[in-house]
C-alpha cells in the first residue's frame, strides 16, 4: 500500500512537468494548427531563466530566498512570454504572412529549437549550472510515503495552471476569440477580431506556463543543461497528442497518463524496459482512437 | 552555357588553390601530432575540460624547454583537441578525423568507455595507438593490441567497492542503480553484482534498477529501491546523475549510505550536488588530498594555473599523455612517415613494463592494462575527497 501511495505521488509530480509542457503544445496547435516543436527548448530557456534570475536576487541584490522566488515566478513567466512572442514575430508569422504550408512552419518550429539549444551552449558553455535552493526543503513522511513541500506545489501548480487555462479559454472572451481563429482563420478578422493580438497572447499563455515549468523543473531537478529541454519536450508532445491535441483537458490528461505509465512501468516491471513499455502503451491508446482521447476528427479544437 | 564553364573554372581554382593550401602546410617544421578525442560538450564537459587543461599543462612544460628530446632532436609537441559530445559515434569520427585529416601519431583518449569502446575499434583498425586515461571497461582494449590505457580495470574496482561496502557499512545486501545506455555503468553495476551476490549469497542484491542518460527523474526506480531495504546503494554513475539521485534519494526518505565509483571523481561532482553528497563514499584513481612527492607537485602547479583541484580525469590524462611520450622516446629516432611512427609508437607501447605515474605506479600486462592500486575516498565536510583506503592487486 505505501508504494503504491509513493508512486502515486511520484507519477503525480512526473506528470505534472509533462502537463505543463504538453498545455503550451496544445495551446499554439488549437489556435494555429502549428506543431510548435521549439517548445521544448523554450521550457529549457525558461529553466535557465529562473537560474538567472534567481541568482541575480540572491547574489546581487541579497533578498532572502522567499522573496527570490516570489520575484523569480512572475518574472520567470514575463521573459520567457518574451521569448515564446519573439519566436513567433521573427519566425512564424513572416511565413504566415507569405501564407507558407504549414509543414514549413514546423520546420522553422525544429529549427528555432536546435537555434535555442546551440545559442544557448555557444553563450554559456557545456558545463553543467546549479539552481540555487529557493525554498527550505520540508520533507513529510507517514510510514514508508515521504514527500518533499516541493512536490506538493509543483502537483498543485500544474493542477490550478489547468483550471486557469480552462476557464480563460472556454469562459473568456479572449478565449472565444482563440477558439473562433481555430475554427475559421479568414472570417475571424472580417468580424473585426485582430487575429494577430490573439495568436499573441495564445504564445504570451503557453510560453509563460513553459517558463514556469521551467522553473518548477530546475526546483526539483536542479541542474540545468542546454539539452534539457529536448527529450522532455518530446515525450510532452506525445503526451499532448495522446490526449488529444488542442485539446486543454487532452494535453493535461495525455501529461499525467504518461507521468503514471512511466513510473507504473518501473514499479512494475524491470527498469529496463520503462520508455519501451510506456510507449507501447501510447501507441495502444492511438490504435484504438487514433485523435488522441479528448481529440475529435476534423471540427473545432481548443 | 557560359554560366556552366565560369561555374567550372571557378571550381577549378578554388580546387587548385586548395590543393596549394594543403601542400603548403606540408613544409613547416616537424612536430609531434598528438589527438585528444574528448567529450568538451554533451553530458560530461568537465571531463573533457579536465583533460584539455592536464594536457595543455605537459605541452607547455615541454615546448618551453625546446620539444621532446627524441633520439638526440627536440621536437615540440602539437596537440589536437576534438570535441566527441560525449557519444559514441562522434568518439568514431573524431577518431577518424584525427587518423586521415590530421595525421595524428597517437591518440590520448576518449574518456569513458562509452566513447573509447567504439573509439578503439577504430584506432585498432586504423593501426594508430591510443591510450585512454579514464576508460576502465575491459572490452576498450581486449584482443586490440594497438590500444592502451593508464586506469584500472572494472574487474578489479567492482571487488574493490564490494570488500570496502560490505566492511565500512557492515552490508549483508545492496542495491544498484545504473545507467543502462553506458557501457561503463552497466558493466560495473553488472560486475558488483556477480561478485556482491557470491560473497553474500544469491538474492542480496535486493534491487537492480537501471535508467537512461538523458533521465533526470529517478523517483520510480528509488522507491523500489528503498522499498527493498538494502543495506546501501551502489550507484556507478557519471557525477552529474549522482547529483540528481542522491538528492532525489534523500526526499523519498532514504537516510542510508552511498557507494560510488570513480565516475564520480570530477571536480564539478561537489557544485552539483552539495550536501547531499557529503559522507559518501567511492572508489577511484587517487585522492588529491594529502598526496605526497610528484603527484602533489603536478596538484599545486594544476591548482595554480587552472584554480581548482586537478580531480581523476586530470591526473589520468597526464599520466596517459606521458606513457604516450615515454613511448616515443623509447622507440629512438623519430620517423617523419606517419605510418612507420606509429608502429614503432605501438611496439614501444607494448614494451614498457613498469612505469612510475602520478596515479600510482603502473605494470602492464599483455592486453596493455596496467596493473595498479586503487583508492577508496570519503566526501568530507568541505568538500573535499579524503582517502580512506588503498587496496592493491
Known sequence: MDILIQNLLNALQWGSFYALIALGYTLVYGVLLLINFAHGDVFMVGAYIAFFVATFFLGFVDLSPWLTLALTVPLTMLLTAGVGVTLERVAYRPLRRKGAHRLYVVITALMCGLMLENSNLALLGASRKKFPELLDKVIYTWGNVSVTNLKLIVIFTAIAVFILLEFIVTRTKIGMAMRGISYDKFAIPLMGIPIDNVIVFTFVLGSGMAGLAGLLFAMSYPILEPYMGALIGWKAFIAAVVGGIGDIRGAFLGGFLLGFIEVGVVALFPSTYRDLFAFSILLMILWIKPTGIFGVAKTTKI | ?393
Open chain 2, 1 to 393: 552555357m557560359s554560366k556552366v564553364i565560369l561555374r567550372t573554372i571557378m571550381m577549378v581554382m578554388v580546387m587548385s588553390l586548395a590543393f596549394v593550401m594543403l601542400t603548403g602546410c606540408s613544409k613547416e617544421e616537424e612536430k609531434i601530432k598528438i589527438g585528444f578525442n574528448i567529450p568538451l560538450t554533451g553530458d560530461i564537459p568537465k571531463v573533457g575540460e579536465a583533460s584539455r587543461n592536464a594536457a595543455e599543462m605537459l605541452k607547455e612544460e615541454i615546448n618551453s624547454q625546446g620539444g621532446l628530446e627524441v633520439g638526440g632532436k627536440k621536437i615540440p609537441l602539437e596537440f589536437y583537441y576534438e570535441d566527441n559530445e560525449s557519444k559514441a559515434e562522434s568518439a568514431v569520427n573524431v577518431a577518424l578525423k584525427l587518423i586521415e585529416q590530421d595525421g595524428v601519431v597517437a591518440i590520448v583518449g576518449p574518456n569513458s568507455s562509452k566513447q573509447a569502446v567504439p573509439a578503439g575499434g577504430t584506432c585498432n583498425d586504423n593501426r594508430t595507438p591510443m591510450v585512454s586515461p579514464w576508460s576502465t571497461n575491459p572490452d576498450t582494449t581486449k584482443d586490440r593490441p594497438w590500444v592502451f590505457r593508464a586506469a584500472f580495470l572494472d574487474p578489479f574496482q567492482g571487488p574493490v567497492a564490494t570488500n570496502f561496502a560490505a566492511k565500512q557499512f557492515n552490508a549483508k545486501t545492496s542495491a544498484v542503480l545504473f545507467d543502462v545506455s553506458n557501457d561503463y555503468s552497466k558493466g560495473l553495476a553488472e560486475i558488483f553484482k556477480s561478485e556482491w551476490e557470491s560473497k553474500h549469497g544469491a538474492d542480496s542484491v535486493v534491487a537492480f534498477e537501471s535508467h537512461g542518460t538523458k533521465d533526470q527523474d529517478f523517483s520510480a526506480q528509488l522507491t523500489k529501491i528503498i522499498n527493498s531495504k538494502p543495506d546501501f546503494i551502489f550507484v556507478p554513475d557519471n557525477y552529474n546523475q549522482v547529483a540528481l539521485i542522491i538528492k532525489q534519494a534523500h526526499d523519498l526518505g532514504w537516510t542510508g549510505p552511498f557507494m560510488g565509483s570513480d565516475a564520480w571523481g570530477s571536480s564539478e561532482l561537489m557544485t552539483l550536488c552539495g550536501k547531499d553528497c557529503i559522507g559518501q563514499f567511492f572508489s577511484t584513481h587517487y585522492a588529491a588530498a594529502g598526496a605526497k612527492g610528484a603527484t602533489k607537485e603536478f596538484i599545486d602547479r594544476y591548482t595554480a594555473k587552472f584554480n581548482e583541484t586537478p580531480d581523476d580525469v586530470a591526473a589520468l590524462t597526464w599520466d596517459a599523455t606521458r606513457l604516450l611520450l615515454q613511448a616515443i622516446q623509447d622507440a629512438g629516432s623519430y620517423n617523419s612517415d606517419v605510418k612507420a611512427e606509429r608502429k614503432a609508437i605501438r611496439d614501444a607501447l607494448s614494451t614498457i613494463k613498469e612505469f612510475a605515474g602520478i596515479t600510482g605506479s603502473m605494470a602492464f600486462d599483455s592486453q596493455g592494462d596496467p596493473i595498479k592500486c586503487a583508492v577508496v575516498v570519503r566526501i568530507d565536510e568541505n568538500g573535499q575527497f579524503v582517502f580512506a583506503e588503498s587496496v592493491c592487486p
